[in-house]
């Protein structure tokens, strides 16, 4: 008896009726829903401090901005390891950052859409979790044994693109919003951001780091699925470049800096993927090989 058919026959042994599937699913969005509501009303709880950690970076790139004036330079090691908090800030100790509100409820509903993005976050293994024991008994042995790898996989990138954003991404791109503020002259244009609008543009750049991150788990699935090889992936790979710029003008705010901070990992990625899939493709050899497969 072939791999195959083993395979078959376990998810053969595994077929439930339609209404144990739909009952099965309606548990599992009920622990869904339970998670993330738990999830939702402890980072609401603690909202103030968690928007005061996502301010940090501007707080460092302000503190750095203030010491050297507005047409001074800073090391950029320097500003990572601020926003780090691996060196101390320059000024005095304490030193806060303006942001504004200007409507009644702002600070409130910025406090809801900061508890809602964080219990996403947090509740993701329990979703990931509950994804997998669903769709598993439909998964051959070879595919569970692949499918568990991606779920660690897959919030490790996106923990890794979030915190490229936090220690990298914002210190620069605040530092580069309070070089273009101007004074002289009897003008003063100066930053004071909203409460919300800082929320979102942190948001956006860590949802947009986050998913651009997981290009090795979904060229690495196609690869399992065969839909794509490392040698088209290798053959492509000028137009794949051309695809990342793209992406990294369209997801980050106007200006070089962002683009090019998420264009090089982005490319390094994608050279990782081809590395994925020729693995898999080695390993497919080798398991058809030793079932005397062509």
């Not at 209404?19 to 339970?34: A, K, P, T, Y």
């Not at 968690?50 to 203030?66: E, S, T």
């Not at 976050?121 to 998964?139: E, K, M, S, T």
């Not at 914002?170 to 919003?177: A, E, G, I, N």
Request: proline share 6%.
């Amino acid at each position: 008896m072939t791999r195959l058919d083993t395979d078959e026959d376990e998810i053969e042994a595994s077929r439930a009726p339609l209404m144990d599937h739909l009952i099965e699913l309606r548990g599992r969005l009920v622990i869904c829903v339970v998670a993330f509501v738990l999830a939702f009303f402890l980072c609401f709880a603690f909202a103030e401090p968690l928007y005061i950690f996502l301010v940090k970076p501007f707080a460092a790139a302000a503190a750095f901005h203030q010491s050297v004036g507005a047409h001074g330079h800073v090391s950029p090691l320097d500003l990572i390891m601020g926003t780090a908090g691996l060196i101390p800030l320059p000024g005095v100790d304490g030193q806060t950052v303006n942001l504004i509100y200007t409507a009644p409820l702002e600070i409130l509903f910025t406090k809801m859409k900061l508890a809602g993005f964080g219990a996403i976050v947090l509740a993701f293994p329990v979703l990931a979790w509950q994804l997998y024991r669903f769709v598993a008994p439909g998964l051959y042995r070879n595919e569970k044994g692949a499918f568990l790898p991606f779920l660690l996989a897959a919030p490790l990138l996106f923990t890794l693109g979030a915190a490229l954003v936090y220690f990298v991404m914002l210190p620069f791109v605040m530092w580069f919003s309070l070089s273009q503020q101007i004074t002289g002259g009897g003008v003063s244009a100066a930053l004071l951001p909203k409460v919300s609008d800082y929320l979102n543009l942190v948001t956006a750049l860590i949802l947009a780091f986050g998913l651009c991150f997981q290009l090795p788990v979904v060229m690495t699935l196609l690869g399992l699925a065969g839909i794509i090889s490392s040698r088209i992936m290798a053959e492509g790979r000028r137009y794949a470049i051309m695809a990342v710029v793209v992406v990294a003008a369209v997801v980050t705010p106007p200006d070089p800096i962002s683009q090019i901070m998420l264009a090089i990992p982005l490319v390094l990625l994608y050279e990782l993927s081809i590395w994925c899939v020729r693995l898999i493709e080695l390993r497919r050899k080798k398991a058809d090989a030793a079932e005397g497969l062509a």
